[in-house]
């Protein structure tokens, strides 16, 4: 006879405990996020908002197209700007959700669970966001698909040296993997809503989604040895990605950009601002969809410690920065970086170190670690402020270079405000829609911490006996 | 073929009913689970899977095409830089990498699809909704004659519902 050991579970106390004490059984975690798909007031209400900025985002779009991209603020050698800085940003933001739905995938962080699908979606939508912005950024846009090598009538291929070819074939790599890697563990939640669905039609798109997905142990089998082979690449291709867009930065020789600090530098910054996008994302979630007792306390307390390790990384990068300007001894790389914080930009840098690397050290308190108003309103600072980190990069460079005769000012324009503006239009249009049609919470990862219904249950203690119920598996 | 389902509401249940069943070797044994469970691989004992050797020779590939595109690119049109190499390899390994992940990772997914058999465009013999909510289904596979045996089997371990498919 097969007897299956558990440990007593524990309430949510403060711990390091990320199982679901108030899920008491599969069918319970497919009601709970079965029900998040039904659509509210407050769910139109809030996809028309986004709807609306991404009208004016397009229409702001279509006037540059009209105009040309003098439209735009930018001010010669200041040629990159908000488009540049926003591309940066949405890229950054999807890093989160490879990190947490791979990296962490393969160190066995359990409090990943609940909050992962909704990082992966994230991820997808902020790439879809930020591979936008270098086709507004061109001044012929339609003709973008230039970067591409694919064979042509004049026989011409790309510039395969160039940073920005090997952008196209990060970003358009990492979309297409965290798409995949997206879909592929949507198929068994798909079967589930086919399954519990009763419109006939839903149920028919729903089937043909879940490709037959019927459950068996041999789909199981190979599913979850494809999904770790998934997330192994997907680790190092998560580093790679900002690791080549911090490459359209340090090949040029530009005060401030011209150093090997790049890479990490930026890859710490994307998934600081993507787990600050996650908090600004799920924390809402989890209270309209009443979620609390999925996505609980402790799991949130845990993704606090890695915003904090995080906003660590990046607070020691930005003051490496300053030591390799100074040990370097060049005078042009000293001017910028005083410039950058007590001259011209001081406004700008401060925002950037204020948001990322004095406001997350209140995440040093558990009290406000478990605190998820707080943790809410932080996020929003590290958007901010890595929004910000992202001005602070190009724009300071591009005004203060070797020159003295450049020197000049940048101060974008209604069109730049409008299309970012637009873009988080964009993004959370398209993560509502996905809200609505899918789970939210990955069902069955979630049913893996949830102990299964057995009739013979054995503990490990004797002690432990006496406050276990058999039939729930589960502590009184 | 003709076969019998065992529908089982508690895991040690179906645990039991599969390691008796291929003890006995009554038939192949299907097994449906709402998630999946390692009691239930260790009393199946299912082969490795193939999947990892598409991830390799898929990734192989793309390696191989990522590092030859841009250099066959660079010799076809050649861009001269006085002491530079035409092909350089060193940023060509950005897209020997890049297309290494995406064909190889592409190919665990072809991987998974032919060895899973999906997408397939009916539901199995013996499926029930019921399994990818929370109950397991043990579905033995046999002839005629060892139906008998394979339903004793599944009830004597708690099924709470057999039936005979074909």
């Known amino acids: ?476 | 073929m003709r076969g019998v389902l065992g529908h089982f509401r508690e895991l040690d249940s179906a645990v039991d009913a599969i390691t008796e069943l291929k003890h006995a070797r009554l038939g192949d044994v299907t097994v449906f689970t709402p998630t999946p469970r390692h009691e239930l691989e260790h009393a199946v004992q299912p082969p490795k899977s193939p999947v990892r050797m598409y991830m390799l020779f898929g990734g192989l590939a793309g390696c191989v095409f990522g590092y030859w595109i841009p250099i066959w690119a660079s010799n076809y049109w050649p861009l001269v830089v006085g002491g530079k190499a035409i092909g350089s390899w060193i940023p060509y390994t950005i897209f020997g990498f890049e297309v290494f992940v995406l064909v190889g990772a592409l190919s665990t997914v072809a991987g998974l699809f032919i060895h899973a058999g999906v997408p397939r465009l009916t539901m199995m013999v013996g499926y029930d909704p019921r399994f990818s909510r929370g109950d397991y289904g043990v579905w033995v596979e046999c002839p005629p004659d060892r139906l008998g045996s394979a339903e004793a089997l599944l009830r004597k371990h708690g099924a709470v519902e057999v039936r005979g498919e074909r």
């Open chain 1, 1 to 476: 006879m097969a007897t299956i050991a558990y440990e007593p579970r524990r309430p949510n106390i403060s711990s390091a405990n990320v199982q679901l004490p108030a899920v008491r059984d599969y069918e319970q975690v497919d009601d709970d996020i079965i029900a998040t798909l039904r659509p509210t007031k407050a769910w139109f209400l809030m996809l028309m908002t986004a709807v609306a900025c991404l009208a004016l985002g397009l229409g702001a779009f279509l006037y540059q197209l009209h105009q040309g991209l003098g439209v735009a603020g930018y001010n010669p050698p200041v040629m990159w700007g908000v488009y540049i800085i926003t591309f940066v940003f949405w890229v950054g933001i999807g890093h989160a959700g490879t990190l947490i739905s791979a990296i962490l995938y393969l160190f066995r962080a359990g409090f990943r669970t609940t909050i992962y699908r909704c990082a992966e979606a994230m991820t997808v939508f902020a790439v879809m966001t930020a591979g936008l912005f270098p086709i507004i950024h061109l001044g012929r846009p339609w003709k973008f698909f230039w970067l591409i090598p694919y064979p042509n009538w004049r026989l011409l291929w790309p510039q395969f040296k160039s940073p920005l070819v090997w952008d196209v074939f990060a970003i358009s790599t990492y979309l297409t993997i965290s798409t995949t890697f997206l879909f592929v563990g949507l198929i068994p939640d798909i079967a589930v809503l086919r399954d519990r669905e009763t419109n006939p039609l839903r149920r028919r798109i729903l089937a043909f989604l879940s490709f037959g997905w019927r459950n068996t142990e041999r789909e199981w089998r190979h599913f979850a040895r494809a999904y770790l082979f998934l997330a192994a690449v997907s680790t190092p291709l998560v580093l790679s990605v900002h690791s080549v867009v911090s490459f359209d930065f340090a090949m040029a020789i530009t005060p401030g950009w011209h150093t090997t600090i790049f890479p990490p530098y930026f890859v710490a910054g994307a998934i600081f601002s993507g787990i600050g996008m996650v908090f600004t994302i799920i924390i809402p979630i989890r209270k309209w969809f009443r979620l609390q007792h999925y996505v609980t306390i402790n799991h949130l307390d845990a993704a606090a410690k890695l915003c904090l390790t995080t906003s660590m990384i990046v607070g020691c990068a930005y003051l490496v920065e300053f030591f390799i300007a100074w040990y370097g001894g060049v005078q042009a790389e000293q001017d910028y970086f005083w410039n950058r914080v007590f001259g011209q930009w001081w406004w700008a840098a401060w925002i950037m170190l204020t948001c990322n690397m004095i406001l997350p050290l209140t995440l040093f308190s558990q009290k406000l670690r478990r605190n998820p108003a707080w943790l809410w309103i932080l996020s929003i600072f590290i958007n901010i402020g890595m929004w910000f980190e992202r001005f602070v990069i190009v724009v300071p460079s591009l005004s203060h270079e070797f020159e003295p005769w450049q020197w000049t000012t940048y101060s974008p324009t209604w069109v730049d405000y409008s299309i970012l503006i637009g873009s988080f239009g964009w993004f959370f249009m398209w993560f509502l829609l996905f809200v609505r049609q899918l789970p939210v919470v990955a069902i069955s990862e979630t049913k893996e911490i949830v102990p299964p219904r057995v009739r013979h249950v054995h503990v490990h203690t004797p002690e432990d006996a006496e406050d276990f119920e058999p039939q729930t598996g589960r502590a009184h």
